[in-house]
Structure formats: structure tokens, C-alpha cells
């Protein structure tokens, strides 16, 4: 089994910054896609950011040029920095990989981390 844990979630101003990190830990081949999804109560769960095995980053319009998503492939770690919060960013922020457990032929199976709450406000 694959497990991710979460860390870096808080209460912050707006206009502060915060990192959030994310590790992988089990028994896998590889992680090819990893992101960042957040949950505000009563809302719909949303995309944040994704970044692909080779870098390749996607962003929500509602974060772009605030949120920067970053991977280290060795220690199977993915990050967001997120900078200029608002309070409309207050959520709980899940990491998400799609892992092949046992090699590049395999399927792609997902995982969820337990999510950390990220709050903004004065």
C-alpha cells in the first residue's frame, strides 16, 4: 500500500504565505502525477495543481502566479508554496498521486492524503 502524509497546513494572514508539503511512503514501482486539491465546506472539491513525473505543472486560474507546485522525484515529495492568501483559499488541502505499484506497465492507481486545513484570515 501507498500512504501520504500531509504537513505544513496553519493559520495565516492574508497576504502571508505557506508551504505545504507531502511524502510518499510504501512499496511502488513509481508516482507519475501528483497534485494538490482543496475542499471548502459546502463547496466542490477543486483541482489546486499538478505536476506530471517530467515537471510538467498545471495550475487553477484562481491560484496562478500566487501557488507554486514543485516534486523531489528521490524523496517521493511533492510541495505547494502558496503566497499572497486570501481568504478565499481557506480550505482542506489534499495531495493526491497516481502510483504504479509494480512497474511502468502497471495500471495507475490513486491515493489520497488525509488533507490539512489551511486557513486565512485576520
Known amino acids: 500500500q501507498v500512504q501520504l502524509v500531509e504537513s505544513g497546513g496553519g493559520l495565516v494572514q492574508p497576504g502571508g504565505s505557506l508551504r505545504l508539503s507531502c511524502a510518499a511512503s510504501?512499496?511502488?514501482?513509481?508516482?507519475?502525477?501528483m497534485a494538490w486539491y482543496r475542499r471548502d465546506p459546502g463547496k466542490q472539491r477543486e483541482l489546486v495543481a499538478s505536476?506530471?513525473?517530467?515537471?510538467?505543472?498545471n495550475y487553477a486560474d484562481s491560484v496562478k502566479g500566487r501557488f507554486t507546485i514543485s516534486r523531489d522525484t528521490a524523496k517521493n515529495t511533492v510541495y505547494l508554496q502558496m503566497n499572497s492568501l486570501k481568504s478565499e483559499d481557506t480550505a482542506v488541502y489534499y495531495c493526491?498521486?497516481?502510483?504504479?505499484?509494480?512497474?511502468?506497465?502497471?495500471?495507475?492507481?490513486?491515493?489520497w492524503g488525509q488533507g490539512t486545513q489551511v486557513t486565512v484570515s485576520s
Open positions: 493526491y498521486a497516481a502510483v504504479r505499484i509494480g512497474s511502468s506497465f502497471s495500471t495507475q492507481s490513486g491515493y
Open positions: 505536476i506530471t513525473f517530467g515537471g510538467i505543472t
Open positions: 510504501g512499496r511502488f514501482f513509481r508516482i507519475d502525477n
